[in-house]
T-cell receptor
Framework: AQTVTQSQPEMSVQEAETVTLSCTYDTSESDYYLFWYKQPPSRQMILVIRQEAYKQQNATENRFSVNFQKAAKSFSLKISDSQLGDAAMYFC???????????FGTGTSLTVIP | KAGVTQTPRYLIKTRGQQVTLSCSPISGHRSVSWYQQTPGQGLQFLFEYFSETQRNKGNFPGRFSGRQFSNSRSEMNVSTLELGDSALYLCATNRAGEVQETQYFGPGTRLLVL
């Protein structure tokens, strides 16, 4: 079974600084998708960024970028120029090509310090 | 476009009771997935419905069941509630459940079992 591990339960960053959230996963598949979701205190999960495993180029979305290392099964999220609104729980998720099931990590709670 | 809605937002039940939660997807979305979120276990996949049929199922006991109606609205039912069923229940929807599609999450229903 696929597993997703986020080894940092809590992280903090100074406003305007950069922070990296770690994620590793385990799978025997060669094609899959990886996602980072954000869950603010209001509880609505929001997609931050996604990466197709067959693409070598790392995905970027404005201040958010990933470092995807397929061989190492690592998928970290970098948040640049951190803002107060970035404070939330961040979940890494894996999705295989078959089935519509997401496997989530246990989350990293990010605090942004003014 | 209206987002994913879940009702009720909060529920308090006692052990042994049953509960029904509802999820209304975004217009045009036919796939509805359910997740249980707890502090200890994170997000765990319950099941997915597509075109009124259960298409995928997670590793939960038979007390957890669901259904989907012709308008794509979905309900999940938990019978004989246990204290451990206290959790945030999230539904997520997408158009057809294709792997490249983003899942959109509802705000969740927080269930407390006393």
């Amino acid at each position: 079974a696929q597993t997703v591990t986020q080894s940092q339960p809590e992280m903090s960053v100074q406003e305007a600084e950069t922070v990296t959230l770690s994620c590793t996963y385990d799978t025997s598949e060669s094609d899959y998708y990886l996602f980072w979701y954000k869950q603010p205190p209001s509880r609505q999960m929001i997609l931050v960024i996604r990466q197709e495993a067959y693409k070598q180029q790392n995905a970027t979305e404005n201040r958010f970028s990933v470092n995807f290392q397929k061989a190492a099964k690592s998928f970290s999220l970098k948040i640049s120029d951190s803002q107060l609104g970035d404070a939330a729980m961040y979940f890494c998720a894996y999705r295989a090509y078959t089935g519509n099931q997401f496997y989530f990590g246990t989350g990293t709670s990010l605090t942004v310090i003014p | 476009k209206a987002g994913v809605t879940q009702t009720p937002r909060y529920l308090i039940k006692t052990r042994g009771q049953q509960v029904t939660l509802s999820c209304s997807p975004i217009s045009g979305h036919r796939s509805v997935s359910w997740y249980q979120q707890t502090p200890g276990q994170g997000l765990q996949f319950l099941f997915e419905y597509f075109s009124e049929t259960q298409r995928n199922k997670g590793n939960f006991p038979g007390r957890f069941s669901g259904r989907q109606f012709s308008n794509s609205r979905s309900e999940m039912n938990v019978s004989t509630l246990e204290l451990g069923d206290s959790a945030l229940y999230l539904c997520a929807t997408n158009r057809a459940g294709e792997v490249q599609e983003t899942q959109y999450f509802g705000p969740g229903t927080r269930l407390l079992v006393l």
